[in-house]
C-alpha cells in the first residue's frame, strides 16, 4: 500500500510563501485523487485542495489565488505552493489519497 509522507511546514510571517510536499512510498500516479488538508487547534480537519490523476486541481474557498496544488509524477510527489499566508493558515496540513492512513502532517504556523 502506497504510503504518504508530508514535509516541508515552518514558521513564517503573514505574506510569506511555504511549499509543502506529499511524497509517495510508490507510484503517485495510481492514486486517483491526492489532497491536501489542514487542522487548526480545536478545530475540524479541513479540506484544502486536491488534484487527480488527470491533473484537475481544485482548492476551498478561502485559498484559490493563493494556493497552488501541483504533483512530480517522476519525483512521486505532490506539493502545495502557499502564498500570501494569513494567520488563519495556521493548521497541521496532512496530505491524503483514497484508502489510505492518515500521516503525521506537517506543522504551518503563520504569525508575526
Known amino acids: 500500500q502506497v504510503q504518504l509522507v508530508e514535509s516541508g511546514g515552518a514558521l513564517v510571517q503573514p505574506g510569506g510563501s511555504l511549499r509543502l510536499s506529499c511524497t509517495a512510498s510508490?507510484?503517485?500516479?495510481?492514486?486517483?485523487?491526492v489532497a491536501w488538508f489542514r487542522q487548526a487547534a480545536g478545530k475540524e480537519r479541513e479540506w484544502v485542495a486536491s488534484?487527480?490523476?488527470?491533473?484537475?486541481?481544485n482548492y476551498q474557498d478561502s485559498v484559490k489565488g493563493r494556493f497552488t496544488i501541483s504533483r512530480d509524477i517522476a519525483k512521486n510527489t505532490v506539493y502545495l505552493q502557499m502564498n500570501s499566508l494569513k494567520p488563519e493558515d495556521t493548521g497541521v496540513y496532512y496530505c491524503h489519497g483514497p484508502g489510505l492512513g492518515w500521516g503525521q502532517g506537517t506543522q504551518v504556523t503563520v504569525s508575526s
Open positions: 510508490g507510484s503517485i500516479s495510481s492514486l486517483h485523487v
Open positions: 488534484i487527480t490523476n488527470t491533473g484537475l486541481a
